[in-house]
């Protein structure tokens, strides 16, 4: 190799950081790495991968079934935004993963689903610790499938809620 040791200077560059700045560094570092602070599931546990954008920022699905599934979310220091809460775009995140698991579920092998509309309620700010979102198909037309989902810490606090429509793609007859 030539130049300089990658490693080295990463240290350096380290030594100089505050320290709000070197978390947000390590949950970068971890997403990278695709690192949990938990166990990743063994393939037959319920809680499956919910796709490379929620596995990177740590989501798991809990349940996935017709009409229902429960996401979880560890909050890492990396997602905070600059006042220092919980970025509305994670939690919008796994509220969206959220319904289309509860759509998907549902659906008969060939046919999918995706995101058409969210309207997105943030009702606290959050800093640490771990949010579940619950989402339930109020509504399964044809094509389209209505849903709700509600955000909650570890207290039960609601800090979000959501409604959101998706287009169920059929596939060919």
């Not at 380290?14 to 560094?25: K, M």
């Not at 509220?95 to 009702?123: F, P, S, W």
Request: glycine residues 12%; aromatic residues 6%.
């Amino acid at each position: 190799m030539n130049g300089p040791d990658p490693r080295e200077e990463l240290r350096a560059a380290i030594e100089g950081l505050a320290e709000d700045r070197a978390r947000t560094l390590l949950g970068w570092l971890r997403m990278v790495n695709r690192e949990r602070r938990e166990p990743k599931p063994a393939p037959s546990s319920p809680e499956e991968s919910v796709g490379p954008l929620g596995d990177a920022l740590g989501i798991v699905a809990e349940v996935r079934e017709p009409g229902y599934s429960r996401m979880r979310l560890m909050i890492d220091p990396a997602w905070l935004n600059p006042n220092g809460v919980l970025h509305g775009g994670v939690v919008y995140t796994m509220v969206d993963y959220g319904m289309g698991g509860a759509v998907q579920a549902g659906l008969r092998e060939g046919e999918h689903c995706a995101t058409i509309e969210v309207k997105m309620n943030y009702l606290a700010s959050v800093r640490e610790g771990t949010l579940t979102a619950e989402t339930n198909v109020v509504k399964q037309g044809r094509n389209i499938a209505f849903v709700e989902s509600k955000v909650v810490d570890e207290q039960g606090r609601i800090v979000a809620t959501a409604t959101g429509s998706m287009f169920v793609f059929r596939g060919e007859r």
